[in-house]
């Protein structure tokens, strides 16, 4: 499990996605669009969604791939960590 705050830290560091896609994103997964940054998801869902707003940035914008490619190493290792416990 991971939390809500690991989302939000990512999209605040990355901007991998905007707030209306995170908002989406919660409500989909927990059924609050704003949860408290306290609350758990499933981190294989929350990088699933991380790698696919990167996916579609690097489609749209080529010169976007590198930072999209960090932007999901430090998902992976942030999620994965959060996993572990």
Request: proline share 4%.
């Amino acid at each position: 499990m991971a939390t809500c705050q690991a989302l939000y830290d990512l999209q605040e560091k990355y901007s991998f996605c905007d707030g209306n896609d995170l908002h989406s994103f919660f409500r989909s997964a927990l059924g609050d669009p704003s949860p408290s940054g306290c609350v758990e998801l499933d981190s294989v869902r929350a990088l699933k969604f991380v790698e696919n707003c990167c996916d579609a940035m690097a489609l749209n914008s080529p010169s976007l791939a590198g930072h999209c490619e960090r932007t999901k190493i430090e998902a992976r290792r942030k999620l994965a960590k959060k996993e572990k416990k």
